[in-house]
C-alpha cells in the first residue's frame, strides 16, 4: 500500500489550526477553544480530496513573539505558558515529518512580527524545500480577502485566504495540496488500516501514559510532565513491531466525571472514550503508587462496554518497597477490583526504567491474534457437547433448555450463536460456563466473548 502523504498545519497560537484540522478529517477530533495554546501535541487524522487519501496533523502553536501592543494577539492559556518550548518542539517535529506545510496566519491581526519570525524558523528548518502554502484564515468576505494577499511579504509561497469554520476557501487550498502529492515518491510501507493492531492506552490522568507510549517509540514523541492533565487529546502515532503495524493512540486522563472541568478537559475526556472505541486493544494503566480508585473501575467499564480487547497494565512499579508477596497481593486487589473482566491478563512495568515493557506490545498482540481468530463449526460443537456431558443443560418446571447447535459469526470481537429450543432457559450462570468452556481451548485471552441465543424454528420445543 502507497505510503500517505502527510501535511502539518503550523502557525502561531489561536490562528485557528485545530479547526482547520477538524474539517479536514471530517469530526471533531482536535480540542478548539478561544484561549491560545489548547493544542500541545501532534494530533494525526486522515482526509481525502479528489479521490486522494491524506494524513493531516495538527500542531501547538509556536509562540515565539510577545507583542506589547494592543489587540495584536491573545496570550497563552495560563495552563499552557509552561509547555511553550516543548509545544515548538512538536511543531519543528511536524515540520521536519510533513511532506507539505500550510502555516496558518490571521487576516483579522494582519501580519505580526510572530509570524515573520515562524517564517523565518520555516525557512532555516525547510532544509527539503518542501512546499509551503500559507492559509489566511479568518477571511469571511471580501474586504478580508484583500487583507490576506500582504502575507505574501513572508515570501514562502501562495496564499489562500480561506475561513476554517466555513470553510470558505479551503477547497482551492486542497487543490493545490493535492497537486504537489503527485510528485511525492512511492513507500510502501504504510500499514493496511485492515492489518493494523490499534492500541489506546488509556487511565487516570498522570498515571504514565504518555511516558509508556515514548518508551515503546523510543522517542519523546508527546509532553511527558508531572501535571496531571499535560495531554489533552488523542495522538495517533503508526509503528512496525516486528512484522506487525501497530497504531498507538495516546489519550488525555480521564476523570471523576465531578472533577471534568467545562470546556477544553470535558472534550478531551469525551476522546478519550472515542478512542477507545476505535481501538482493537485497550491498555487500561493503573499506578502502583496510588492504588486501585473508583475511577480506575469506571474507565474498565468503558473499556468492557465497547466490547474492546484489554491488558491492564499496572506502571510505576519500581517505585513501591516489594517482598516476594507484594505482586501476589497486588494481582489479587485487581482481579477482585476488576471482576468483570477476569479475561484480562496483568502485568507490571515501570515506564521510567523500561521493566517489562518488553511485554506490553507481546501481550497486546497476542491478544490481537485471538481476537480475531474463528473456531470451526465442527470444533465448537464438539465444545458444546463436551459441556453438556459435564454440565446439563439447565430446566424451568419440566421444561430443558436444549442447544442444537451453535457457530461463530464474527469476530472483533468473537461472537457466538446457539440454537436452542427457548432462549427464556437460558440462566447466566449456564451461560457463563459454557463461556468458560471455550476459553478453556481457544486463545481468547483478554478478548470479551458474545454469546447469543436464538430460537431455533421449526424444532420440537415440548420437552
Known amino acids: 500500500m502507497a505510503r500517505k502523504p502527510l501535511v502539518a498545519l503550523v502557525g502561531r497560537p489561536n490562528v485557528g489550526k485545530s479547526t482547520l484540522f477538524n474539517r479536514l478529517v471530517g469530526q471533531r477530533h482536535a480540542v478548539t477553544d478561544d484561549r491560545p495554546g489548547t493544542t500541545r501535541d501532534r494530533i494525526q487524522g486522515q482526509s481525502d480530496w479528489n479521490g486522494i487519501d491524506f494524513y493531516v496533523v495538527d500542531t501547538g502553536g509556536i509562540e515565539v513573539y ?3 501592543g494592543v489587540g495584536e494577539v491573545l496570550p497563552l492559556a495560563e495552563d ?5 518550548e516543548e509545544m ?22 494582519g501580519l505580526t512580527g510572530a509570524d515573520e519570525e515562524i517564517a523565518d524558523i520555516l525557512r532555516r528548518t525547510n532544509v527539503d524545500d518542501k512546499p509551503i502554502f500559507i492559509a489566511a484564515n479568518k477571511s469571511d468576505n471580501l474586504g478580508r480577502n484583500n487583507d490576506a494577499y500582504e502575507f505574501y511579504a513572508l515570501g514562502l509561497g ?9 470553510g470558505l476557501g479551503v477547497g482551492d487550498l486542497l487543490d493545490s495540496v493535492v497537486e504537489v502529492f503527485q510528485n511525492l515518491p512511492v513507500d510502501e510501507s504504510e500499514p493496511d488500516d485492515e492489518n493494523t493492531m490499534k492500541v489506546a492506552i488509556v487511565g487516570r490522568p498522570n498515571v504514565g501514559k504518555s511516558s509508556m507510549l515514548n518508551h515503546l517509540l523510543g522517542e519523546e514523541r508527546v509532553i511527558v510532565s508531572p501535571i496531571a492533565g499535560t495531554t489533552r487529546d488523542s495522538i495517533d502515532t503508526n509503528i512496525m513491531w516486528h512484522d506487525t503495524p501497530v497504531m498507538l493512540i495516546d489519550t488525555a486522563g480521564i476523570r471523576k466525571r465531578g472533577k471534568i472541568e467545562s470546556g ?4 478531551s475526556v469525551l476522546r478519550a472514550i472515542r478512542s ?11 499506578d502502583a503508587e496510588t492504588g ?10 468503558f473499556i468492557m462496554e465497547a466490547n474492546k480487547s484489554v491488558v491492564i497494565v499496572v506502571n510505576k512499579w519500581d517505585a513501591i518497597e516489594k517482598d516476594e508477596h507484594t505482586m501476589v497481593e497486588f494481582t489479587k486487589k485487581v482481579e477482585e477490583r476488576f471482576h468483570f473482566l477476569p479475561y484480562a491478563p496483568i502485568i507490571f512495568v515501570s515506564a521510567k526504567t523500561g521493566q517489562r515493557i518488553h511485554q506490553v506490545l507481546e501481550t497486546a498482540h497476542r491478544i490481537w491474534e485471538g481476537r480475531y481468530f474463528r473456531i470451526p463449526t465442527s470444533e ?38 446457539f440454537h436452542v429450543n427457548d432462549t427464556r432457559l437460558v440462566h447466566f450462570s449456564y451461560k457463563r460456563f459454557l463461556e468458560n468452556q471455550i476459553r478453556a481451548e481457544f486463545p481468547f485471552e483478554g478478548t470479551p466473548v458474545i454469546l447469543s441465543f436464538r430460537p431455533r424454528e421449526g424444532m420440537d420445543d415440548a420437552n
Open 380 to 417: 465448537l460443537n464438539r465444545i458444546l457437547r463436551a459441556a453438556q456431558q459435564k454440565h446439563p443443560a439447565p430446566t424451568k418446571g419440566v421444561k430443558r433448555l436444549k442447544i442444537f447447535f451453535a457457530t461463530q459469526v464474527a469476530v472483533d470481537p468473537p461472537v457466538f450463536l
Open 88 to 109: 515548538k518542539a512538536q511543531s519543528l517535529a511536524a515540520i521536519r515529518e510533513a511532506d507539505v506545510i500550510v502555516l496558518m496566519v490571521d487576516t483579522s491581526n
Open 158 to 166: 501562495q496564499v489562500f485566504p480561506i475561513s476554517a469554520i466555513h
Open 292 to 301: 486501585l480508585t473508583e475511577q480506575d473501575e469506571h474507565i474498565a467499564g
Open 264 to 267: 477544553v478537559e470535558k472534550y
Open 66 to 68: 510577545q507583542p506589547t
Open 80 to 84: 499552557s505558558a509552561n509547555f511553550i
Open 276 to 286: 477507545i472505541e476505535r481501538a482493537d486493544v485497550a491498555l487500561l494503566m493503573l
